[in-house]
RNA sequence: GGAGCGUUGGUCAAGGGGUUAAGACACCUCCCUUUCACGGAGGAAUCACGGGUUCGAUUCCCGUACGCUCUACCA
């Protein structure tokens, strides 16, 4: 019988969450939706000193906004539970300490001070960073260099100490990594790394094998980062007789800068001008707000589309994928080792293609908000609609909405008269005073009626159309953009469109 | 320094022993539109390098170069 597909996400809360992070999220998830499977998540908060208040919550509601929910975490519950590595904490010392007992691992009570005494007396041009391995743990201070009895009368102090992996010498440790294929390592390049803290918490490696092998995890897809680590961790599943139910790794390639190399950080966005967070992260230290796609106006559904063809595509030209479109067509096989240059254009793109793909009422109230929040309250919610119709294909982004349509609701503040004044003129004036006036009397409110004056008007008075319609189109919006100018008076209704060529007229002056 | 991983246009990428080496973003030209966009047509631009194997390599093999990641009591 085959096993239930069960995936795990890991982020430890240290504050916002990267796109990084909600690929791997989204891999993760459409490889467990599609096998039928449950996608957990659990949080890694081993290390005390990194903890950052908020950034669970945080982590939680990005998921909420991206639509991929765990089926099991601290905030969902479930048959593993709990969630939260901190509060497994006792189980892990247990399994050190067999570890211990059987000889894979040993005491060390080398003191940070020591360590970094090593590391200065060892490091050469050749060697910049010295381990703790097989060819110096005989010179340390641990279980293996000292008698049983200062072991035990160490421990029996409560000396502070940490259990570290001995890692065995010469042996060749291979597994194959579902994107990568066969993966060899030589364990003597690998040093000891240390499996519980001097706190008693697990550090990352003993945790995750030790939490994936008790949460039944069958497989376990990670960035390519912790490619290295993969050896200790071999290692540890076997040395814990747990070999037969080691999961299935895939390493994803990383996200990389736009320009250079190497990973794709904050930093580079903040540098950069493009967001790096799934959403607004306010760091609680230091009060810094780095901005997220999602305050930025990207959809959901944009958003995870570019993430998930950032390092896989189905083989066709498609680019456009729905969700449910992606649990079908996923599939790690074509997931490219390569890394990939986070490229913000494009990222874009893809949000005005959702925008205009997507029903109004999926984005309708977000864009609501944002006028909102500019002090423009909608009451007229049908007028609102037709005018997002309108206006969607020039908008790239929820937020470009305000800019390219808040003139239907209020009229323009200051008008570029700059680019009318150079070729007006008093025919022109007459013109819309004429326009005006047989405005007023005009029966039927609507853009092909009220064409069909404009153009009567301009032909009484000898004036090419082309001539007034840039006026306009100022008077009416403001500036040189938006929609056709007779729809953009059909939607402000007669009184406003009036009122606004009066102004306009006094603006432009003669 | 070492180890691991990687390398198709500026970017994302399809492909894979014989092809005119797809497509998208960006860029350029033109059309549409007397606004800004959308849209449409076209253009420029690529298989890192060197050896093999082969009738034939971008594709397979081996080197080299370059890049990245790791090399913490962080994940």
Known sequence: MEKKVRVRFAPSPTGGLHLGGVRTVLYNYLFAKQHGGDFVLRIEDTDQNRYVPGAEEYIF???????????????????????????????????????????????????????????????????????YNHSLRGRMRNSLTMSEDEVSRLLKEGTPHVIRIKMPENETLTFTDIIRGEVHFNSSLVDDKVLLKADGMPTYHLAVVIDDYSMKITHAFRGEEWLPSAPVHLLLWKYLGWEQEMPQ????????????????????????????????????????????FRELGFLPEAFINML??????????????????????FSLENVHKGGAKFNYEKAKWFNHEWIKKLPVDRWQSTV?????????IIKDEEKFIRVLELVKDRCTLLTDFFTQASFFFK??????????????????????DILSEKLTTL?????????????????????????????????LVGGKFGPTVFDIAALIGKEETIARIRKGLSDIGL
Not at 452 to 475: N, V
């Open 308 to 329: 998930a063809v950032l390092g896989w595509n189905d083989g066709t030209e498609q680019e456009l994928f729905s969700l449910e479109e992606l649990v079908n067509k």
């Open 249 to 292: 790794w895939a390493h994803f390639p990383l996200i990389l800068k736009p320009d250079g190399h190497g990973k794709l950080s904050k930093r580079d966005g903040d540098r950069l001008g493009f967001p790096v967070f799934a959403m607004n992260w306010k760091d609680p230290r230091n009060e810094e707000l780095t901005h997220g």
């Open 443 to 475: 029966e039927e409110w609507n853009a092909t009626a009220i064409e069909a004056l404009f153009k009567e008007t301009a032909t009484e008075k000898g004036i090419k159309m082309g001539e007034l319609q840039l006026p306009f189109r100022i008077m």
């Open 368 to 376: 609501r908000k944002e006028f909102e929040k500019n002090g423009i």
């Open 61 to 131: 509601e990005c998921l909420k906004w991206v639509g991929l929910e765990p089926d099991e975490s601290p905030l969902h519950g479930g048959p593993y539970a709990p969630y939260r590595q901190s509060e497994r904490k006792e189980m892990y010392r247990q399994y050190a300490e067999q570890l211990v007992k059987q000889g894979n691992a040993y005491y060390a009570f080398d003191t940070p001070a020591e360590l970094e005494a090593m590391r200065e007396k060892f490091r050469t041009e050749e060697n910049p960073s010295p381990q």
């Open 411 to 432: 009229a323009p503040e200051a008008l570029d008269v700059a680019s009318v004044k150079p070729k007006w003129n008093e025919d022109k004036s007459m013109f819309f």
